[in-house]
């Protein structure tokens, strides 16, 4: 059964940092694609980063050059290092296992306030 779960949220201000974990269980994280997303409160669900299979990473502008997708294998947990956090990144962090259909975890809260 595939199963993932975040954890790493907090209360941070702006200009801090947050690393973010999914601890993946019923697959291989290093498999498939993932990827991380967020959703702030009355949005729409937002790509974040995305890691391929050969380790390739992707990010939106919104986000590139701050946040840094990885994972490590032996541990089957991905990874979301978020620098330089701003008052509009706070949102619930999913990972996600992305395939035919996409499998995600619970969610994690980051909130950006002074």
């Known amino acids: 059964q595939v199963q993932l779960v975040e954890s790493g949220g907090g209360l941070v201000q702006p200009g801090g940092s947050l690393r973010l974990s999914c601890v993946a269980s019923?697959?291989?994280?290093?498999?498939?694609?993932m990827a991380w997303y967020r959703q702030a409160p009355g949005k729409k669900r937002e790509w974040v980063a995305t890691i391929g299979k050969e380790g390739a990473t992707y990010y939106p502008v919104l986000v590139k050059g701050r946040f840094t997708i990885s994972r490590d294998n032996a541990e089957n947990t991905l990874y979301l290092q978020m620098n330089s956090l701003k008052l509009e990144d706070a949102a619930s962090y999913y990972c996600?296992?992305?395939?035919?259909?996409?499998?995600w975890g619970q969610g994690t809260q980051v909130t950006v306030s002074s």
């Open positions: 996600a296992r992305l395939g035919a259909q996409n499998s």
């Open positions: 019923g697959f291989s994280v290093s498999n498939p694609d």
